[in-house]
């Protein structure tokens, strides 16, 4: 919750209402939980210059007493040798679990193939109360030169009981130009 005050002419009185965060245009949310990836560093040494990567976003698990809906995920700071190209909401059933670290578009030995998964952003995801989310974000990124720092600030949107919601979680993806592989 918020205190907004406005001052009488003369700033003789002073009158404080208290009310919900904004921001963006969005109430700010606090009915999330992304605390698999919360602190957690995830690295990737290798990329390659003009290759793209699938990035996972944290969890969004619904720890309120509350069901809500996920409408869509994004990162929020990206650095100089990075750029997002898209989005894509993924199911934990497709993909076997929630990915950590950076998967090659085009997929590798181990790794599911995020490409060739349904995307669901079309559809807002339904969380209950309590429970894990099903479906998370990930970042389509390419990899345009020197990267000079790490993908941080992950944020999600949902609606709850009506209202627009934005929140943010922690993360952070390091990706580094690597060897060029033989």
């Not at 390659?48 to 990567?53: A, C, I, R, T």
């Not at 997929?107 to 998370?136: K, Q």
């Amino acid at each position: 919750m918020g205190l907004v005050c406005a001052a009488a002419a003369g700033g003789v009185a002073v009158f404080c209402l208290l009310g919900d965060d904004y921001a963006d245009g969005h109430r700010v949310g606090r009915a999330l939980d992304g605390d698999i990836q919360a602190g957690f560093e995830v690295t990737s040494p290798d990329a390659q210059v003009g290759k793209e990567y699938w990035v996972a976003l944290p969890t969004a698990d619904n720890v309120s007493d509350r069901p809500l809906t996920l409408l869509r995920g994004e990162i929020t700071q990206v650095p100089e040798g990075l750029e997002i190209v898209g989005y894509k909401a993924i199911s934990h059933e497709d993909s076997e679990g929630h990915p950590l670290g950076a998967s090659p578009v085009e997929g590798s030995p181990g790794v599911p193939n995020l490409t060739a998964l349904p995307d669901h952003s079309g559809r807002p995801s339904l969380i209950p109360a309590h429970e894990p989310g099903d479906v998370f974000w990930a970042a389509r990124v390419r990899v345009t030169g020197k990267v000079t720092g790490d993908l941080t600030g992950c944020r999600y949107y949902y609606r709850q009981e009506g209202a627009e919601y934005r929140q943010d979680l922690g993360c952070t993806s390091t990706i580094r130009v690597g060897r060029p592989l033989d």
